[in-house]
């Protein structure tokens, strides 16, 4: 079992097998709990757009690995495309603000939107991603605030402050990530 599976050029790394087999257990997950509760209900689009996002985010580890062998930048990359996912994912899925439906969630999307751009306008250069993931940071604030002055604010309990421990977890995951490439950055120099 040493040897998981042959490519043209060497073997596959265990990490790669883990990381495609977690892609495909988040998938499976939906599908199993249709079967044990009514709550879960995807069509085959749900699950088309769970796939994209995976392949999307797998695809993208995979490319950063090939980039460089420097730990910290593949650390940074994996942090920050595990925060998007989740980020995503629970927007899609629940909704962070109030549920799926309220608009308020739509300006999540801006953060993803200013990460990606801003990745691809650095070049992917350590340095670069570091700046722009502080600046997501920031973006990743600014939903919850914005959807109170809108209007947009849900009228549940807790409100508040379940919204701002969500955008504080999800600021220091990009913060994290910011810092690996950060340190990325000084390694190459």
Known sequence: MADVAKETGGRVS?????????????????????????EV???PADF???????LAV?????????????????AGAAVALATGLLLVWS????????????????LYFGVIAIAVTGI??????????????????????LPGPIAAAAGWAPA????????ALLSLVFCGLWLLSAGLFRKA????R
């Not at 790669?16 to 044990?36: D, I, K, S, T, Y």
């Open 156 to 163: 549940e309990p807790g409100w508040p402050r379940e919204i």
């Open 120 to 141: 691809a306008v650095t070049r992917f250069r350590p340095g670069g991603v570091s700046r722009v993931l502080f600046v997501t940071a920031f973006a990743q604030a």
């Open 41 to 43: 209900r995807w069509g």
């Open 58 to 74: 797998g695809g993208s580890l995979e490319l950063a690995v090939r980039m460089t062998a420097n730990t910290a930048y593949r």
């Open 185 to 188: 950055a000084r390694e190459q």
């Open 91 to 106: 927007n899609l899925a629940v909704g962070l603000i109030g549920s799926e439906e309220n608009p308020a969630n739509l």
């Open 48 to 54: 088309a757009l769970a796939a994209a996002l995976l």
């Open 14 to 38: 265990r990490w790669r097998v883990v990381g495609w087999g977690l892609a495909a257990a988040l998938l499976l997950a939906p599908a199993a709990a249709m079967q044990l509760t009514g």
